[in-house]
């Protein structure tokens, strides 16, 4: 018979399937990518509710600075997905006793700022130019589980909005992740 892990392993492969197609569409364009009027202030709420649990579990501090309100133009799920990707990344390869700090900001051109800045384990030089290509897991990150898809698809979702993902890294100095809409 099928054991639960059997089970489980298939979950776990439709649904790595299923974000290689949402990745590959977003990135050709072909998924719809709804212009609604999106509140990212609330988005970054919620996001940080979401992710309170586990970082208390974890040890770790979840802060937040942002407006009441900022409106921007975009598609409310997709960009949900984006923060929560980049927040499990911060918390995930955070060690307990650190900090997670997500801030919201405009800059001078009206663009908006998002950055997810952590005290975590960093990335190294080497690493910085690949995090974002598909499956690609740094070395100090394998004991973490993960397939290595979730900041290919966030740059896709950032992109598809006009805008982008970089990240400012070094090893045992934190992350910063900051998107730019
Ligand atoms: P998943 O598909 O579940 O998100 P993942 O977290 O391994 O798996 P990505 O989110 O795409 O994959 O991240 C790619 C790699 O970049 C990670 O495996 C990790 O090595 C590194 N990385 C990403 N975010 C951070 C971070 N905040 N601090 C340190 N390393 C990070
Ligand atoms: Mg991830």
């Known amino acids: 018979a099928m054991g639960a892990s059997t089970i489980e392993e298939c979950a776990r492969l439709l649904d790595m399937i299923n974000t290689m197609l949402v990745i590959s569409k977003t990135e050709a364009g072909v998924e719809k990518v709804s212009h609604d009027k999106v509140d990212i202030a609330a988005l970054i709420g919620n996001a940080c509710e979401l992710f309170e649990p586990l970082a208390e579990e974890k040890n770790v501090g979840l802060r937040r600075r942002a407006p ?14 984006m923060l929560a990707n980049i927040l499990d990344n911060a918390v995930k390869y955070t060690p307990p006793g650190g900090e997670v700090e997500i801030s919201l900001s405009e800059s001078e051109k009206k663009d908006i700022i998002i950055a997810i800045r952590d005290s975590g384990i960093g990335i ?7 995090v974002f290509e598909r499956f690609y897991r740094c070395d100090r990150s394998r004991s973490q589980p ?3 898809l979730g900041l290919s698809l966030a740059r896709a979702i950032a992109r598809a909005h006009g805008g ?9 100095q934190g992350s910063t992740f900051t998107v730019t809409l």
């Open 124 to 130: 190294s030089e080497t690493d910085v130019p690949h």
């Open 164 to 172: 982008d993902i970089t990240v400012r890294s070094a090893l045992d």
């Open 68 to 81: 009441e309100k900022t409106i921007v133009s975009g598609d409310a799920r997709m960009l949900q997905r």
């Open 146 to 148: 993960g397939t290595g």
